[in-house]
């Protein structure tokens, strides 16, 4: 190995061993309480040379975000490697980020404060970029479902874009997401389950868009049957609940 190689992988695990210390701070002291001097500290280097690999801590905050985000990319590829229907695959996406979030939720608390805003505007482009260029398997596996939904005559497009079809349900799973994890907000009313109410919420949508076959969300037993479905058949070795 070339002293090139050497310093570019010297460089890469001085800046993952960066990332595991802020995500451990994080574990002890919450997201909001993170600080840049903490974490150098913690892996004995001086503050200036952290800020050498994350010029600001938005940019760690967005480099944070984009490390975590093969947990969600692994899950979803299960579902695109799921031999079933492409509406049962759409609706599967909605069970894996389910999943995510509930197997990692540091994760995704994570990833809400670093694309808000005030902590994605202040990032550099080229963390934006990185963030950007990790989480585009998610887009293309969900892309590619709406595809072959239209090849197999499951679903006729009538003028929009897969990309347009797919926005529906990324947004309403992120929307149920983010509202759920806001304490307090869902205690005013009586709903019930939330993610239960989503999943049904996500099939009117479908059926809306006339993607075949058909559903009825008000069955809840035929609903029950499809969540567990998915679960025994994609994720049979994630405790699924």
């Known amino acids: 190995m070339g002293t090139k190689e050497r310093r570019l ?9 960066f990332l595991d210390a802020a995500r451990d701070l994080i574990r002890q002291d919450g997201l909001l309480n993170l600080q840049m001097a903490r ?25 944070l975000a984009t490390d975590n985000s093969q947990h969600r990319v692994d899950l979803f590829r299960r579902i695109a490697e799921w031999k079933a229907g492409s ?16 197997l990692y939720p540091e994760h995704f608390r994570l990833a809400q404060l670093a694309f808000t805003e005030v902590v994605w505007g202040a990032a550099s482009a080229e963390r934006r970029r990185l963030a950007l260029e990790a989480g585009e398997p998610l887009g293309r596996i969900c892309d590619n479902i709406v595809e072959e939904a239209v090849r197999r005559g499951d679903l006729k497009l009538k003028g929009m874009k897969p990309q347009e079809v797919g926005l529906g349900p990324w947004a309403l799973t992120i929307g149920t ?11 005013q009313g009586d709903i019930g389950d939330p993610y239960r109410l989503m999943m ?20 809840d037993t035929a609903l ?9 058949e994609v994720f049979n070795d994630i405790a699924c609940e």
């Not at 992988?9 to 061993?17: D, N, Y």
């Not at 913690?42 to 503050?47: E, G, I, R, S």
């Open 9 to 17: 992988r010297e460089v890469g695990e001085r800046e993952h061993l």
């Open 177 to 187: 997401h983010t509202i759920i994890h806001v304490d307090g907000v869902l205690e």
């Open 39 to 63: 974490i150098a500290e913690k892996c004995d280097y001086a503050v200036g040379t952290l800020y050498q690999h994350f010029g600001s801590k938005e940019d760690l905050l967005v480099a």
């Open 87 to 102: 509406r049962d695959r759409m609706m599967g996406i909605a069970v894996a980020d389910m999943m995510f979030v509930r």
């Open 200 to 219: 049904r919420h996500l099939n009117c949508l479908l059926n809306g868009f006339d993607w075949q076959p058909l559903f009825d969300p008000f069955d």
């Open 224 to 232: 029950d049957q499809m969540i567990k479905g998915i679960c025994s």
